[in-house]
């Protein structure tokens, strides 16, 4: 092997490990928390080679506002199982925010889902009981 062969080589190992090195801080380290609430409108496994869960949360808004929607990406099958289960019910979902992650393998979005809540809705309230007014006062 000749010196310039191996010094490409070794080059390349470097920066193979710098890559790896890279990847695995901007995926261990998140640059946010959250939670957002809302309802799942879809979830599907996509990818070519690497399959990733991504889904869509329709937020809830207030009456007469145009609805937003949170994109977001699974990568733990028991998690995309319980979002599955939760579709079309109100969830709230915590989330991890990783910036930089150098490939679409490890999802769509840098939105990663790491818990799902079930929220019940709030019975209806009922109307309150009406009193009766005091007769009027005779004069």
């Not at 995926?27 to 799942?40: D, F, I, K, P, T």
């Not at 937003?68 to 699974?74: G, L, N, R, T, Y």
């Not at 319980?82 to 915590?94: E, H």
Request: glycine share 8%; hydrophobic share 40%.
């Amino acid at each position: 092997m000749s010196s310039i062969s191996r010094w490409l080589f070794g080059l390349l190992f470097v920066f193979a490990v710098l890559f790896a090195a890279y990847t695995w801080l901007v995926l261990s380290w998140s640059y946010s928390v959250g939670e957002r609430a809302g309802y799942v409108q879809k979830l599907s496994k996509k990818g070519w080679v690497c399959k990733t869960w991504e889904g869509e949360l329709a937020l809830i808004t207030m009456p007469g506002t145009v609805a937003e929607k949170f994109h977001f990406s699974v990568r733990n099958e028991a998690i995309a199982d319980q979002i599955n289960r939760s579709i079309g019910r109100r969830v709230s979902l915590d989330y991890e925010e990783h910036i930089g992650v150098p490939s679409a393998c490890f999802g769509e979005t840098g939105h990663y889902i790491t818990g799902v809540k079930l929220i019940e809705d709030p019975a209806p309230l009922s109307p309150a009981p009406v009193q009766a007014s005091p007769p009027p006062a005779k004069q």
